[in-house]
T-cell receptor, first 116, second 115 residues
Framework: NAGVMQNPRHLVRRRGQEARLRCSPMKGHSHVYWYRQLPEEGLKFMVY????????ESGMPKERFSAEFPKEGPSILRIQQVVRGDSAAYFCASSRGQGANTGELFFGEGSRLTVL | GDSVTQMEGPVTLSEEAFLTINCTYTATGYPSLFWYVQYPGEGLQLLLKATKADDKGSNKGFEATYRKETTSFHLEKGSVQVSDSAVYFCALSGTGSSNTGKLIFGQGTTLQVKP
């Protein structure tokens, strides 16, 4: 399967722990977007990255959240000191270029974080 | 800022019924418009798109027309099937000089089709 791969699919953390979510884009894609879907809500943009660069982080909470997309390996969304409000589905999407120019954002199946 | 508003769900229909899911948007420029579909347990998939006013996007029997005058992009299908049960998201591309290619999504509308 050459689609966008996210792992883990499900992650349970206790308050105060760290959560790391990984995303491998489709082959040939160098643009990665992270979205968060809270229960009963739509998808909210968090961050847009290209290899080794954060292009747009206007949707990222100012504290505890960070993202990277290294030259080698998957993109990582890191949440430090998780709180119950962080419980959500986190979706990664990739595109060959700036996604909205073509509409071709390819989404992974999401990582569902539960904070106890 | 740019935003998308969808009709609230859930929408429950019988098989072969006509479907309309309303979507309106607010944008400062001229966005491209999209419908994405999310089947249970899966990620979002692009269903159709329109890039300029009066364009009609269509796929799998679904269609939507980009109406600039009413700032709408309503999704329609003439005869739904049980397999169409999913969550449907309307989205637009960000506009203006700060556009970095991200999509802005509506809150999603759940469609349930009963046999």
């Amino acid at each position: 399967n050459a689609g966008v791969m996210q792992n883990p699919r499900h992650l349970v953390r206790r308050r105060g722990q760290e959560a790391r979510l990984r995303c491998s884009p489709m082959k040939g894609h160098s643009h990665v977007y992270w979205y968060r879907q809270l229960p009963e809500e739509g998808l909210k943009f968090m961050v847009y990255l290209q290899k080794e660069n954060i292009i747009d982080e206007s949707g990222m909470p100012k504290e505890r959240f960070s993202a990277e997309f290294p030259k080698e390996g998957p993109s990582i969304l890191r949440i430090q000191q998780v709180v119950r409000g962080d419980s959500a589905a986190y979706f990664c999407a990739s595109s060959r270029g700036q996604g909205a120019n073509t509409g071709e954002l390819f989404f992974g199946e999401g990582s569902r974080l539960t904070v106890l | 800022g740019d935003s998308v508003t969808q009709m609230e769900g859930p929408v429950t229909l019988s098989e072969e019924a006509f479907l309309t899911i309303n979507c309106t948007y607010t944008a400062t420029g001229y966005p491209s418009l999209f419908w994405y579909v999310q089947y249970p347990g899966e990620g979002l998939q692009l269903l159709l798109k329109a890039t300029k006013a009066d364009d009609k996007g269509s796929n799998k029997g679904f269609e939507a027309t980009y109406r600039k005058e009413t700032t709408s992009f309503h999704l329609e299908k003439g005869s739904v099937q049980v397999s169409d049960s999913a969550v449907y998201f309307c989205a637009l591309s960000g506009t203006g000089s700060s556009n970095t290619g991200k999509l802005i999504f509506g809150q999603g509308t759940t469609l349930q089709v009963k046999p």
